[in-house]
């Protein structure tokens, strides 16, 4: 994979000369790229000079300088082109609900717009088929908006960095695409360059005796029960052998629903669960792209979406991409 550098306007300035980068996509939203100490060029490694690789969101915009005088390096760091999203708020001047309704990519472009975000972002002009209608939280940043309305409709974030007109400014194109769910179409087992790692954690809690205010017999209690399929109810599966309990208190709730509702949330991180980890070095997954994984001898099969991708390039351009799913620790 090969980078580009601008300068702070966006000019094209030439090949980046590394010696190692790293993109975090979805969680962090940042990158590190490392360069020898005499290949630093003050017209394209200083702070809001882009980085990007043509047509992925492999990039961003230089914000730290951090050189390593040991190792005869500098470090260029920065948000990635996510990571500059998350960093403004959807709706700064008001303390008043908005909605993300219409179009999915007229919509991007509109909140764009209206931040000032199109020196260097611009949503897709073809008609995604995509419609939002999503009340954002108070307080909400604008990536955070835009996944989660997008989500609400089955639908991701896509990101390309796209070469510019005859000035050679380019732009990171937004556009709203739809999930992928790839554990329908390929399911991924330990061939070729595909390793797995599923965990079927079946030493969970089934049963949960929640107890909230009161003295005794007038004491508030709800009892709760983990059923094979995932679901809580108030009526018990599991018996004898297989029944697992643990006591929960809570006194801070009011009533008693108050009290089964922060203990059903409490019940989801102690009950059976499957987790599934992969690292593929034959494919290119998007976040939001669900992928299924089936190790052979135990049978154990599962699928999640993608949450975060940790891109790694060497100096001379070989890519590696560890993957994190929904549920990954």
């Given at each position: 994979?090969d980078?580009?550098?601008?300068?702070t306007?966006?000019?094209?300035?030439?090949?980046?000369e590394?010696?190692?980068?790293?993109?975090?996509?979805?969680?962090?939203?940042d990158?590190?790229?490392?360069i020898?100490?005499?290949?630093f060029?003050?017209?394209?490694?200083?702070?809001?000079c882009?980085?990007?690789?043509?047509?992925?969101?492999y990039?961003?915009?230089?914000?730290?300088l951090?050189?390593?005088?040991?190792?005869?390096?500098?470090k260029?760091?920065?948000p990635?082109?996510?990571?500059?999203?998350?960093?403004?708020?959807?709706?700064?001047?008001?303390?008043?609900?908005?909605?993300?309704?219409?179009?999915?990519?007229a919509?991007?472009q509109?909140?764009?717009?209206?931040?000032?975000?199109?020196?260097?972002?611009?949503?897709?002009?073809?008609?995604?088929g995509?419609?939002?209608?999503?009340?954002?939280p108070?307080?909400?940043?604008?990536l955070?908006?835009?996944?989660?309305?997008?989500e609400?409709?089955?639908?991701?974030?896509?990101?390309?960095?796209?070469?510019?007109?005859?000035?050679?400014?380019?732009?990171?194109?937004?556009?709203?695409?739809?999930?992928?769910?790839?554990?329908?179409?390929?399911?991924?087992?330990?061939?070729?360059?595909?390793?797995?790692?599923i965990?079927?954690?079946q030493?969970?809690?089934?049963?949960?005796?929640c107890?909230?205010k009161g003295?005794?017999?007038?004491?508030?209690?709800?009892?709760?029960?983990?059923?094979?399929?995932g679901?809580?109810?108030?009526?018990?599966?599991y018996?004898?052998?297989?029944?697992?309990?643990?006591?929960?208190?809570n006194?801070?709730?009011?009533?008693?629903?108050e009290?089964?509702?922060?203990?059903?949330?409490?019940?989801?991180?102690l009950?059976?669960?499957?987790?599934?980890?992969?690292?593929?070095?034959?494919?290119?997954?998007?976040?939001?792209?669900?992928?299924?994984?089936?190790?052979?001898?135990?049978?154990?099969y599962?699928?999640?979406?993608?949450?975060?991708?940790?891109?790694?390039?060497?100096?001379?351009?070989?890519?590696?991409?560890?993957?994190?799913?929904?549920?990954e620790?």
């Amino acid at each position: 994979m090969d980078f580009t550098v601008t300068d702070t306007l966006g000019r094209e300035k030439g090949p980046l000369e590394h010696c190692g980068a790293e993109f975090v996509i979805g969680t962090d939203n940042d990158f590190e790229i490392k360069i020898q100490e005499k290949l630093f060029k003050d017209d394209r490694n200083r702070k809001n000079c882009r980085v990007f690789a043509e047509g992925t969101e492999y990039g961003g915009l230089i914000r730290a300088l951090n050189p390593v005088t040991e190792d005869k390096i500098i470090k260029l760091k920065g948000p990635t082109w996510r990571g500059i999203l998350n960093q403004r708020a959807i709706n700064p001047g008001s303390n008043t609900y908005i909605t993300l309704k219409g179009e999915a990519n007229a919509v991007i472009q509109e909140n764009l717009a209206k931040l000032g975000l199109t020196e260097i972002f611009s949503a897709s002009n073809e008609n995604s088929g995509i419609v939002l209608n999503y009340r954002v939280p108070l307080q909400s940043m604008l990536l955070d908006a835009f996944n989660a309305a997008l989500e609400d409709q089955n639908a991701r974030l896509e990101i390309k960095y796209k070469l510019g007109d005859a000035n050679d400014k380019g732009y990171v194109e937004l556009s709203a695409k739809p999930i992928v769910d790839h554990s329908e179409q390929i399911e991924i087992s330990e061939d070729g360059n595909v390793k797995l790692n599923i965990l079927d954690y079946q030493n969970g809690v089934n049963h949960l005796i929640c107890y909230g205010k009161g003295e005794e017999a007038a004491r508030q209690r709800v009892d709760l029960y983990a059923w094979p399929d995932g679901s809580i109810q108030k009526k018990q599966y599991y018996t004898g052998i297989d029944l697992i309990e643990q006591y929960y208190e809570n006194t801070t709730p009011d009533t008693v629903q108050e009290l089964e509702e922060e203990a059903r949330e409490k019940f989801l991180d102690l009950m059976n669960y499957k987790q599934l980890k992969i690292s593929v070095s034959d494919m290119d997954l998007e976040l939001g792209d669900i992928v299924g994984g089936r190790e052979r001898i135990t049978g154990i099969y599962m699928a999640e979406p993608v949450v975060r991708k940790i891109v790694t390039v060497t100096g001379k351009g070989r890519v590696t991409i560890d993957y994190k799913l929904k549920g990954e620790t």
